[in-house]
């Protein structure tokens, strides 16, 4: 038996190899792909043979298709403790290569237990997000052509198929044709390039100088409501604003930012020698999905020569239904807006349309170009990893055209009207409820509510009561809410925005909290 060389055993490392002559290197590659008798073993180097590919690619989408056909009966939320899965698996990957049978057997006795199924239609929480069938197939072409849309030529489809989407899209939200797109992996990357276009836009030489050790750059101030998503803060603290760099605004009584105490700040500032230089508003805020007064912001930000960027993460794809088109008013005056079809347009994780009309700015911003990424066609092109962080870029395109193609815009607005539909049914259920009150008004399909029931009149003991609530929905397992503070109170959130979810699962949903709330109580 002709012994295994191996790296380690041999003593070798990558940085001491002391003989890299091509003799050696066969005499090692030999020994690596020889199994125990001595014969060349193909499977050791290669792909999976496409026999075995097709077996378990069929294989796995019916898995796929089963799971989802079945989604109802399994637990939406994981009942495991921290540390389970980390006990179940060895602590090295193995030493040899393993069946398929065995990795997917694995699925079902490892990974299951502790998924938390955001593709489950009673998946109420934070703002979720469906993998519909057009979307995961989408996804497995990606994978399979594994393509890097860094420039045009490195995969022309990917760049044209972005640009296409991308102008699909624009329309059927109606932004106007002069916003330029390119997609990011989520909304948080999003505000972080909008406002890093927003800080190339004030002309401080910042790209080339830095702000650190300039005593000729004043603090830059950044203005958004309190409710913004803390993404923005996140993309302040990456781009040397620091937390100081960001104004927070007070909203009024259905959390929209504040007009009035906004252009107060920026006064206020400027009189103490800061430099206003952006203003984000949200369309649909994370905790109660309330709708800042766009229209106002880009009045003010013209007025004030400030960048005006709209976070339509969750909210924007509601604008695709034509009575709500309204909820992009102003956006159309926006330098830049984002939206994210991973949220509510049944792409699957991850897919963030930005737009912006000012692309030459994000480019001055980010573009930086070595002589190995330059091609023939950058005259004629755009290569998209001028306009951002990441070089690498997935062929994310292709799954939002499958479901753009496969829905059309008429399935789509159908099915998030109906969550629109089914949102302002939870609202009025939670209305008309003698022991629940609403939190927040319901522009989208998020209730932001609490259990008040009689006895509890205190802050602290409502909040109290409304943590169990939650936890005994969730632990459930029939249902998953989350929460947020809105001042002092704990308020739950119901959100409507899966794909799968029908008026049953709502109502069912409703059963199940005023059921838990009962046995909370005790009577
Ligand atoms: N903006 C808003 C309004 C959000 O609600 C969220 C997430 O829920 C984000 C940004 C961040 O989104 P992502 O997870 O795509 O980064």
């Given at each position: 038996m002709r012994p295994r060389i191996r790296f380690e055993d041999a003593g070798l490392s990558f940085w001491s190899f002391p003989d890299i002559s091509l003799a050696n290197w066969n005499a090692i590659s030999r020994g690596t792909m020889s199994n125990e008798t001595g014969d060349a073993n193909e499977n050791r180097i290669g792909d999976m043979p496409t026999e075995e590919f097709r077996k378990y690619g069929h294989q796995l989408i019916d898995w796929i298709g089963d799971f989802l056909d079945g989604i109802d009966e399994t637990r939406v939320t994981a009942a495991v403790e921290p540390g389970f899965l980390k006990q179940a698996l060895p602590d090295a990957a193995p030493e040899e290569g393993e069946d398929m049978d065995a990795i997917l057997a694995d699925v079902g006795r490892v990974i299951m237990p502790g998924m938390t199924h955001w593709n489950h239609p009673s998946f109420h929480a934070y703002f979720n997000s469906s993998g519909s069938g057009p979307g995961i197939l989408g996804e497995l072409l990606g994978s399979a052509f594994n393509i890097n849309g860094m420039l045009w030529e490195s995969c022309p489809a990917a760049t044209e198929l972005e640009e296409v989407t991308l102008g699909w899209l624009r329309k059927l939200v109606g932004l106007p044709d002069d916003f330029w797109g390119i997609i990011y992996d989520g909304a948080s990357t999003g505000n972080l390039h909008a406002i890093a276009a927003a800080r190339a836009n004030i002309g401080l030489d910042i790209r080339e100088q830095g702000l650190s050790g300039r005593s000729d750059v004043p603090r830059l101030r950044l203005y958004t409501s309190r409710h913004v998503h803390s993404s923005v803060d996140k993309a302040a603290l990456t781009l040397g604003l620091g937390r100081a760099g960001v104004r927070k605004i007070p909203t009024d009584g259905a959390f929209q930012m504040r007009m009035d105490l906004l252009a107060q700040a920026i006064e206020e500032d400027r009189n103490e020698g800061c430099l206003p230089f952006c203003v984000v508003g949200t369309v649909g805020t994370t905790s109660t999905t309330s709708i800042d007064p766009n229209r106002s912001i880009a009045e003010l930000c013209e007025r004030e020569g400030l960048w005006f960027h709209v976070d339509a993460a969750h909210g924007g794809s509601a604008a695709i239904v034509p009575e709500m088109r309204f909820i992009l008013d102003g956006c159309e005056r926006a330098d830049s807006v984002l939206l994210n079809p991973h949220k509510w347009m049944f792409v699957p994780m991850d897919l963030c349309a930005f737009y912006t009309k000012r692309p030459e700015i994000l480019r001055d911003a980010f573009s930086l170009i070595p002589e190995y990424l330059r091609t023939s066609h950058d005259e004629a092109v755009q290569n998209y990893m001028d306009y951002g962080v990441a070089l690498g870029r997935r062929f994310r395109a292709l799954k939002l055209w499958f479901v753009l193609r496969y829905f059309g815009a008429e399935g789509l607005i159908a099915r998030i009207r109906d969550h629109i539909r089914l949102g302002q049914f939870f609202a009025e259920w939670i209305d008309n409820h003698i022991d629940f009150t609403r939190m927040a008004p319901t522009p989208l399909s998020t209730v932001c509510f609490c259990a008040?029931?009689?006895?509890?009149?205190n802050a602290e003991s409502l909040n109290m009561i409304n943590r169990k609530l939650m936890e005994a929905v969730n632990r459930s397992g029939e249902a998953y809410i989350t929460h947020t503070m809105l001042g002092d109170r704990l308020v739950l959130r119901f959100v409507v925005s899966h794909l799968r979810t029908t008026e049953e699962h709502v109502r069912d949903a409703w059963e199940l909290i005023q059921k838990k709330l009962v046995e909370i109580r005790g009577h």
């Open positions: 008040t029931p009689t006895g509890f009149v």
